[in-house]
């Protein structure tokens, strides 16, 4: 592949808007396990539609030899010479990020990230990998939690690493736009949190974030209200604290 699977992904959020939706598990032993599912199959139809017979191999090639089965990030980097570092932790934090491409009819549909089993020095290991390489996750990643506890930051209701990934790849022109123009890119973005235990309390509200079951929530993000500061919302609590049995 000519282009890393970010690099990719990051191209798809800037030319058409799209569908993220998040699912974070959170272990008993304090870890916590990621799926985010990205739906392009909207931006395939129009593009594939716009890009003369001659261009589709050399425009869309390498999007068809995408891993269809989970492929970490340490993985791919190899597989495309592009391997830049030697440090143990950027190493062993790749080899828990993967990726996988879907399709649908022989076409390509979406893409999928998974953070697999991350406990907390990993998250932290994280925080310093992302400096330079900008992935798309959700910001709630990065919550507090100790295995029965979940300490949820609402500051974290944001497209903050999202931005930064699409300004890495933009012009400086293009960059000081991005966050006016979020809205055009998604038409949805969610997160449902899961628990392995059950739920015995939640303390704090945010209008965005309701109990689903005994096991879950679930965070809908209000794109209007995130980029338009006069929206006032009627709960929106800074931290809200979820207790297991």
């Not at 974070?24 to 716009?50: G, L, Q, R």
Request: aromatic share 10%; with cysteine; charged share 30%.
């Amino acid at each position: 592949m000519k282009k890393s699977f970010v690099i990719f992904l990051i191209s798809l959020f800037i030319l058409q808007s799209c569908s993220v939706n998040s699912e974070i598990i959170y272990h008993k032993d304090a870890a916590s396990t990621t799926v985010t599912d990205i739906d392009t199959k909207e931006f395939m139809k129009e593009m594939m539609a716009m890009t003369p017979d001659s261009l589709k191999q050399k425009e869309f090639g390498d999007m068809d030899r995408l891993p269809t089965n989970w492929t970490s990030m340490y993985d791919l980097a190899k597989q495309e010479g592009k391997l830049k570092t030697e440090n143990p932790d950027s190493i062993r934090i790749m080899k828990k990020i993967f990726m996988k491409s879907t399709k649908e009819d022989q076409k390509l549909a979406g893409f999928s990230f998974k953070m697999e089993h991350f406990a907390p020095e990993d998250y932290q290991a994280l925080k310093n990998f992302t400096k330079t390489e900008k992935l798309p996750f959700d910001q709630n990643i990065y919550n507090n939690w100790d295995g029965k506890t979940l300490i949820i930051n609402t500051d974290n209701f944001n497209l903050k690493s999202i931005e930064e990934a699409i300004r890495t790849k933009s012009s400086k022109e293009e960059a000081e736009k991005i966050g006016g123009m979020m809205i055009m890119f998604f038409k949805t973005i969610g997160t449902t949190i899961k628990f392995e235990s059950p739920i015995k309390s939640i303390s704090g509200k945010h209008d965005w974030l309701k109990q689903i079951d005994d096991h879950s929530i679930r965070i809908e993000y209000d794109l209007k209200a995130i980029y338009d500061k006069d929206i006032k919302l009627k709960n929106a609590d800074k931290k809200i604290i979820i207790v297991t049995e």
